[in-house]
């Protein structure tokens, strides 16, 4: 999995893609973001979430993998959730009007 390019299968995709990853995601490199935009013909709405991390839950504290235990015990983060909700609506709204 680790060796896995993703970036021929970010070329393949053709619908709109949300992609959100956070600041303090260490096991995903935030900056590849920018290459998700890059490479997806048919757009991708890209967001960088201040303290989220790979587990989808805010730290405010410094993170590390052993933080995972404690996070995982928590709700995903609601700001996420919205972000994913509002996003979802506008692009159903869209296909839909289409």
Do not use: F
């Not at 920018?34 to 490479?39: C, F, Q, S, V, Y």
Request: charged share 25%; proline share 6%; no cysteine.
């Amino acid at each position: 999995m680790l060796a896995h390019d993703t970036r021929d299968d970010l070329v393949a995709v053709k619908a709109r893609v949300l992609a959100v990853t956070g600041a303090k995601d260490i096991q995903v490199n935030p900056a590849d973001l920018h290459e998700i935009a890059r490479l997806v013909p048919g757009g991708a709405e890209t967001h960088l979430v201040p303290d989220l991390t790979h587990v989808l839950r805010r730290d405010p504290a410094r993170h590390t993998l052993r933080s995972y235990r404690r996070l995982l015990r928590e709700p995903v983060d609601p700001d996420l959730l919205a972000l994913v909700s509002t996003w979802l609506a506008r692009e159903l709204s869209a296909t839909a009007g289409s």
